[in-house]
């Protein structure tokens, strides 16, 4: 399950808004020292995904990953995204 707060739906629908209609996908990236961190990304579903809309905007996350790290919370300041 994602869920955003109303900050976050507010500022990812006025970020997509000059941008192609592609989904939102959350996903898993690896940084230094091997730390691991939730992003987002305007991409293309795939076969594997869970889809979910929240407010008009899609979005997508692997299956097998949404197991491992439901819920996903999207919260925003208003500069940026935090997802946990």
Same mark, same amino acid.
């Given at each position: 399950?994602?869920?955003?707060?109303? #900050? !976050?739906?507010? %500022?990812? $629908?006025?970020?997509?808004? +000059?941008?192609?209609?592609?989904?939102?996908?959350?996903? *898993?990236?690896?940084?230094?020292?091997?730390?691991?961190?939730?992003?987002?990304?305007?991409? #293309? !579903?795939?076969? %594997?995904? $869970?889809?979910?809309?929240? +407010?008009?905007?899609?979005?997508?996350?692997?299956?097998? *990953?949404?197991?491992?790290?439901?819920?996903?919370?999207?919260?925003?300041?208003?500069?940026?995204?935090?997802?946990?």
């Amino acid at each position: 399950m994602i869920e955003l707060t109303p #900050a !976050a739906t507010e %500022a990812m $629908k006025d970020y997509l808004k +000059d941008k192609d209609r592609l989904p939102v996908r959350v996903f *898993l990236k690896v940084g230094g020292c091997g730390s691991h961190s939730l992003g987002v990304v305007q991409e #293309a !579903a795939r076969p %594997a995904d $869970k889809r979910s809309e929240v +407010d008009g905007v899609e979005y997508i996350i692997e299956r097998r *990953l949404l197991k491992l790290y439901s819920p996903i919370k999207i919260s925003s300041d208003g500069f940026t995204f935090r997802i946990s």
